[in-house]
């Protein structure tokens, strides 16, 4: 069964704006991490948070993660048309391992 | 580094008909793993292996074998391929178990009419 769901499944938004996508997930988990896909592509590291962070920056990407919920968000910030693409997160559980469970996925549509 | 590598790109299977899809890596890397990707449903782990002679099953391991002879190779194979084995299949790595960064492939597509 999968661990995360990220919530919208799609998003259409214009150049320029911020674009915020979710992910909550069932068990105690290790790390939390962000993947972009475009399409026909594999998956490209985005960014990872641990348990014991609460938020984290990389350049326009913004992740918060809250525990206590069981979630975490990604935000992009001043959008681009080249960000279209699929955000997928993933968790790594407690124990094992480097093993990590996908969400979903959002499609994510930056309109020029 | 060529990193990861996936062949074929695409392939057609017959039911019944068998098949190793390949993947490779040129960064000396311990930990390798196999997905499959369903529309909808994200990836989801098949078999995983920590490193040369050690392998293990993931969330859905069942139709699928694999080996691990050397560091650099991690082939997939499907024994008797059935039409619900329709999916693309990527292969994972990174430097270890414990390694916070996976690198994907560019996937295989398979399907099985």
């Known amino acids: 069964s999968q661990q995360g769901e990220e919530d919208p499944q799609a998003l259409s938004i214009q150049e320029g704006e911020n674009a915020t996508m979710n992910c909550s997930y069932k068990?105690?988990?290790?790390?939390l991490q962000w993947y972009r896909q475009n399409s026909g592509r594999g998956l490209v590291h985005l960014i990872l948070?641990?348990?014991?962070?609460r938020e984290k920056h990389s350049g326009r990407l913004r992740v918060t993660l809250d525990t206590s919920k069981k979630s975490s968000s990604l935000l992009i910030t001043a959008s681009r048309a080249a960000d279209t693409a699929s955000y997928f997160c993933?968790?790594?559980?407690?124990?094992?391992?480097?093993?990590?469970?996908f969400g979903g996925g959002t499609r994510l549509m930056v309109k020029p | 580094n060529a990193g990861v590598t996936q062949t074929p790109k695409f392939q057609v299977l017959k039911t019944g008909q068998s098949m190793t899809l390949q993947c490779a890596q040129d960064?000396?890397?311990?930990?390798m793993s196999w997905y499959r990707q369903d529309p909808g449903m994200g990836l989801r782990l098949i078999h995983y292996?920590?490193?040369?002679?050690?392998?293990d099953q993931g969330e859905v391991p069942n139709g699928y074998n694999v080996s691990r002879s050397t560091t650099e190779d991690f082939p997939l194979r499907l024994l008797s391929a059935a039409p619900s084995q329709t999916s693309v299949y990527f292969c994972?790595?990174?430097?270890?178990?414990?390694?916070?960064?996976?690198?994907f492939g560019p996937g295989t597509r398979l399907t099985v009419l």
């Open positions: 068990t105690s988990i290790n790390n």
């Open positions: 292996s920590v490193g040369a002679g050690i392998t």
């Open positions: 960064m000396n890397h311990e930990y």
């Open positions: 993933a968790t790594v559980r407690n124990n094992a391992g480097n093993m990590l469970t």
């Open positions: 994972a790595s990174s430097y270890s178990a414990s390694a916070d960064t996976q690198y």
């Open positions: 948070i641990r348990s014991n962070e």
